[in-house]
Nanobody
């Protein structure tokens, strides 16, 4: 079982930066890909980006790849989402998630953290 807890959300102004954290607990993570998703009010949950725990390889949605960056700290069992140049349309609940490297099913989810960007 994998347990994920996000933190770091808040209210910021357009153009500001924010770093979200996701602390992971449970079994060995080398078989996992960890990801970030966001869900804006009234919209579907969307993929932001992901990192393969064992290799640090990352992938991003086109809409954020020039502004957001994912990293991890294995010693702290933590994953981060650095968000720069925030826009009002980035306002959403942000979730971290985990899946095995051999599936496409995101099996484990955190509770989410709210990010609000004012104009």
């Amino acid at each position: 079982q994998v347990h994920l807890v996000e933190s770091g959300g808040g209210l910021v102004q357009a153009g500001d930066s924010l770093r979200l954290s996701c602390v992971v607990s449970g079994r060995s993570f080398n078989d996992y890909i960890m990801g970030w998703f966001y869900q804006a009010p009234g919209k579907e949950r969307e993929f932001v980006g992901a990192i393969r725990w064992s290799t640090d390889n990352t992938a991003y949605a086109d809409s954020v790849k020039d502004r957001f960056a994912i990293s991890k700290d294995s010693a702290k069992n933590a994953m981060y989402l650095q968000m720069n140049g925030l826009k009002p349309e980035d306002t959403a609940v942000y979730y971290c998630a985990a899946r095995f490297t051999w599936t496409n099913n995101w099996d484990y989810w955190g509770q989410g953290t709210q990010v609000t960007v004012s104009s």
